[in-house]
């Protein structure tokens, strides 16, 4: 069975005065039905970007320079601005991490609702009405009967972005994309936010794509989890795996990055420099001038994705172990 | 071992009322906001004390009460046994003063664009009259520069050449420039990246070491906080409910807030793990509950909760402000 949505070598560039900017590079993954795939990684490392080519929302002058982008088997990545309103919507939902900015504080959140749910299911308004106040108390909003002629402003951040995931529902759509959807609320809140988005997803067998730097998010929520770094995937794989024992060095070291509950350490591990920006990325692997084991090798190519056991690293490392294993 | 901040009973109300003609016309009460209410603690000289809670439990109103960016209503700041209200309004408020610096939460905002890091690294000195001489000054900007990690160069700089996590390091040269004992940090790495958020927390250990700082830390992030911290205050509306050493709070902790905001950080060891999220949100702190303030969210709760507002209470080596706890049915 095909996967639910292939991306396949997609690259993204925004052509400038100084020459193309590569923002995406050989993106290639897959989810299947009712999985959610968490995207990692630093900020300008290209999560959201993937997320916005998939949805048909890259801002101009960014555009697809090559690669396909397939829903249930269908290419997504050349529609037109007309045939994407038959897609967005209805077949790929979108949650952003600012609930309020998404939401139109001049209409109700029942008007919102209805609207989106008229435009793409054929019911009336007043079976749109139900649907909506039904959608309201599927993601645990109160007294969703009164709520629902409520205006965003009269929601708290955790109740607006509960509404946002009722919005992106709507319509049933088969994946959705979810945009660091967690980040904007406190942890008590991320928490039940987490749960409802995981519940719905299995509920329904909806794919989700999650992206977020929150790796105990990641940890939480996904199944498997594509690692991105300048504008590729370095690490892509189980959960479990990809977190415990991560083959690429820079997951390595983002891992130990980070403060863990329970842990007590004198120093965090510590990635020297900063991610290359797009105008000034290294030769060979984008990740070699903060790498510590680095070779001469590292320094000239660039490894693609070579599968190492249940995971899958772009690192030059693997092939020598594995080269070695063999000999 | 003494105490170089003691924090006793300090209070700040703000005025959060319509204006005038609004309250007249629509005939609206003055309303206020308890954004810090009764709140004690005191800090040890060479040790991080965390302030945790969520968004709107009046944290970041702590650490402004503590630098005299804002002005108690109530209680008072001794720093080093000298009440700092008056002191920093008196002859010896700008030798005051240098002894405590902020650092602040976003690096974009805190570091004036038009002016360049030599400029904005070496204000402290020259509004402190510390040194005057340019090329003393200029001595001293590339040393402190090169103690956070960038380059001596990086003084002809502008902000906008710097990445997050180096302007950052900026905010924390310009805070050291005139020799602070006590720097108060405001979510210093929220907004940055994991791996440069490693970073800069291991420089803010290491100068914690070589130079002997006091630090108030705030955070939401509980894992930063148990990394940094030798004492954590939990915050909720305003007031102090939880006050320990760290490994009590992170091991043992007693009131259930800090039960459940400890259960609600996602794990990265946690994989798949199926948990009972918690329920409700922070009420309006215009308008907060009678009695305890957590009490419409606390599992725990009673009638006693509703009606009375449980006081800080010695317990162990922790403070705890909790009627379950102190009256022992949790």
């Known amino acids: 069975m095909a996967a639910l949505l292939e991306v396949d070598r997609l690259r993204v560039e925004f052509p400038t005065r100084h020459g193309k900017l590569l923002a995406l590079d050989d993106v290639s993954f897959h989810i299947d039905a009712g999985e959610i795939l968490g995207v990692v990684g630093e900020s300008g490392a290209g999560k959201s970007l993937t997320g916005a080519a998939i949805i048909g929302l890259l801002e101009p002058p960014g555009r697809v320079a090559g690669g396909e982008i397939r829903l249930e088997g269908e290419r997504i990545d050349n529609l037109t601005e007309a045939q994407w309103r038959h897609v967005r919507g209805r077949r790929i939902g979108a949650i952003f991490q600012d609930p309020l900015t ?191 084991r680095a070779t001469e090798h590292c320094r000239q190519a660039r490894p693609a994705l070579l599968r190492a056991g249940p995971t899958s690293a772009a690192c030059w490392l693997l092939r020598d172990a594995q080269a070695e294993v063999a000999a | 071992m003494s105490a170089l901040v003691e924090v006793k009973g300090l209070a700040k109300v703000f005025d959060v009322s319509a204006p005038w003609l609004n309250r007249v016309i629509e005939r609206q009460p003055r309303q206020f906001v308890h954004a810090v209410d009764n709140v004690s603690f005191s800090i040890q000289r060479g040790q991080t004390f965390a302030l945790v809670g969520e968004s709107g439990c009046g944290k970041s109103t702590v650490a402004r009460l503590l630098v005299g960016l804002h002005e108690a209503t109530r209680g008072q700041v001794l720093f080093d046994q000298v009440e700092l209200t008056a002191a920093l309004k008196g002859p010896q408020g700008t030798a005051l003063r240098q002894r405590m610096q902020m650092i602040f939460q976003d690096p974009y905002a805190s570091l004036n664009p038009r002016w360049r890091v030599s400029d904005i690294v070496a204000e402290p000195l020259r509004e402190h009259r510390i040194l005057t001489d340019d090329t003393e000054v200029n001595d001293l900007v590339a040393q402190l520069l090169q103690g956070v990690g960038l380059s001596a160069s990086d003084a002809a700089r502008f902000p906008h050449q710097f990445s997050g996590g180096q302007r950052q390091r900026i905010s924390i040269a310009r805070a050291l420039a005139s020799q602070p004992e006590f720097l108060v940090c405001d979510e210093p790495t929220s907004a940055l990246d994991v791996s440069v958020q490693a970073q800069v927390l291991n420089l803010m250990k290491d100068l914690q070491q070589a130079r002997g700082l006091t630090y108030l830390f705030i955070s939401h992030n509980l894992a930063v906080v148990q990394h940094v911290a030798d004492d954590v205050g939990v915050m909720y509306l305003g007031r102090l409910v939880e006050v320990a050493p760290k490994r009590t709070v992170f091991s043992a902790p007693r009131h259930p807030y800090t039960q459940m905001l400890l259960d609600a950080i996602p794990d990265v060891r946690m994989t798949g793990r199926q948990r009972s999220p918690v329920i409700g949100e922070v009420p309006n702190p215009m308008n907060p509950p009678a009695g305890c303030a957590f009490h419409p969210r606390c599992p725990h709760a009673r009638a006693v909760c509703k009606a009375e507002r449980p006081e800080l209470v010695v317990d162990g080596d922790s403070q705890v402000a909790c009627h379950a706890v102190q009256q022992g049915w949790l």
């Open chain 1, 102 to 292: 998404s939401l139109n504080p001049l209409y109700t959140v029942g008007q919102q609702l209805v609207e989106t749910i008229v435009t793409h299911l054929p019911l009336s308004a007043a079976e749109a009405r139900v649907r909506a106040v039904d959608l309201l108390r599927k993601t645990g909003i109160p007294a969703p009967e009164a709520r629902v002629d409520q205006y965003p402003h009269q929601f708290s951040g955790g109740m607006r972005q509960r509404v946002v995931i009722a919005l992106a529902l709507a319509a049933e759509p088969r994946l959705i994309v979810a945009d660091e959807p967690t980040t904007a609320l406190d942890v008590s809140i991320q928490a039940q936010i987490i749960a409802l988005l995981r519940q719905l997803a299995k509920e329904q067998g909806t794919a989700v794509m999650l992206v977020t730097h929150d790796m105990g998010v990641i940890a939480e929520t996904c199944d498997r989890v594509a690692v991105m770094y300048a504008g590729r995937v370095v690490e892509i794989g189980p959960v479990q795996q990809v977190l415990h024992a991560p083959a690429h060095p820079y997951t390595q070291g983002l891992m130990g990055a980070i403060p863990v509950m329970g842990e007590s350490r004198d120093r965090l591990l510590q990635i020297d420099g900063s991610m290359p920006r797009l105008n000034a990325m290294p030769d060979g692997c984008a990740f070699h001038p903060r790498c510590d």
